[in-house]
């Protein structure tokens, strides 16, 4: 029984211990998004946020961005659940440091993200998976894009 009892805590702290930092199986899917990109994965960092997209969303910041630095179509997307997991990133264009990754799925499956310098709390910055802002992403004025992009998701 001496014997029994310290082999029990070893076990109990390796499984507590074991798994901390490592990423849930259902996330490999986002995660390989990421690498096929070519940027390093640091770390999982959590479920970032879980809604439904709608039109009124996509009308209103910062939705209307986050969904602008997109290459897919959010008017596929509109009534889907949207889940977006946040990962720390390297090798990323948009720093040479650290940046943090948002990437969207849909059905569980990756369909998009944005991307932020770590640790930038300017509140300002919007930027593509890559990396790119709005305006280099497109081929009009903000404005014009702007006004686009109200009329054809206002109800």
Known sequence: MKVL??????VLLLIACSGSNELPIERSAATAYIEEKGYRVISYEGQSANYELTKEKLTQLPYM???????VDPADYIGKIINVEKFIV????LSKGKVEVYVYEAQGMP???TSVPHGDT?????WSLEG??????QPKS??????????KFSE
Do not use: C
């Not at 300017?122 to 919007?126: I, V």
């Open 65 to 71: 961005m986050y969904w602008g630095l997109q290459s």
């Open 122 to 126: 300017s509140d300002g910055g919007y």
């Open 90 to 93: 390297t090798n990323h264009p």
């Open 111 to 113: 369909i998009g993200g």
């Open 142 to 151: 903000f404005q014009a894009w702007r006004e686009e992009w109200v009329n």
């Open 5 to 10: 009892i310290p082999i029990m805590v070893l």
């Open 132 to 137: 790119k802002t709005l305006e280099e992403l």
